[in-house]
C-alpha cells in the first residue's frame, strides 16, 4: 500500500490493484468489484467494534458535531461515547449522558441514517478482501448523511483508502492513515483541509497535481527537494500543476 495525493480541480485518481474502499458520489463500473448504496443496503457500524475503532468513530463523531477546542469537557465526552459505543449493539441502544444520547439522536434523527444504521436487513460488510465503491451521492443523500456514513466506513475499513473528495471527508483524525501508507486522497486545494492535516498530506511522498490553484501549485513546488523559489524547476513544476500536466513524472521524489 502507498499513500498519494491528488492535487486540482481534475478527479482522475490511479485505482491501486488489490482490495480498497472507494467513496465519493459516483462510483465507476469495475469488474469484480462491489458497491454500497445507502438506498438499497444497510450497514452496522458497531459489529464487531474494537477499542481502536471505537475510538476513532468517538474521535469523528465530534467533528462532526464539533463542540469547541479540546477542553475537559470534549476530552470527558469523547471518553464517554467510547465507552458507550464499546458496549452496545446495535448503535441505537447505545447508552450514555445526555450528551452521548444527544449526539446519537442527533444521528438516527435522519430516517436514511436510522434506515442503514439500524436496520439489518441487506446488510453489507465491509472488509479488505474485495473492491468496494461507496456511492455516497450528496446531492441526493445530503451533505450530512454522506458525511456520516463515509466517516463510518473508513473508521471500519483496515486496508486502503480511495477518496477523491478528501476535502469533504478528511479529519485530522486521518493522519494516521498517512502514517499507516494507506491513503489515495484528493482535493480541490489544500485549504479544504484542516490545518494539522493538511501538513500531513504534504509530507507525502508521491504528490500530483492537475489544475491545481496558483497557491497550491507554488506550495507544492516548494516541497519538491533541490528547487528554490524562483529556480528553472520550481517554475517548472508550478506552471505544469496549474495547467493539469503535472501527473507521473511531475510527481514529487
Known sequence: MLNTLYVGFSKEVELPPRGYLFIDDDVPEIPQSRVFDPTEHS?????????RTA????ELLYTISPQGENTLT???????????LLSAEPIEDVKGDDEVR??????LVSPLLRKVLCNPENEFTVNGKSKIFARLNRAEIGEFDALVLGLFLMAHYNQQLVIPDFGFYGRDAHVSLIREGRLVAGVNTL????????????????KKAAGATAEDAETLATYMSGF???????????DAAIVGRCRGNCSLQ
Not at 490545518?195 to 508521491?206: G, M, N, T
Open 74 to 84: 470534549v476530552r470527558n465526552g469523547k471518553r464517554a461515547l467510547l465507552k458507550a
Open 55 to 58: 475510538r476513532a468513530l468517538s
Open 191 to 206: 485549504a479544504e483541509l484542516p490545518p494539522k492535516l493538511r501538513q500531513a498530506v504534504l509530507l507525502v511522498k508521491e
Open 43 to 51: 450497514f452496522n457500524p458497531l459489529k464487531n467494534i474494537d477499542y
Open 102 to 107: 444527544g449526539m446519537i439522536d442527533d444521528l
Open 228 to 238: 528554490a523559489r524562483g529556480q528553472e524547476g520550481f517554475n517548472a513544476y508550478r
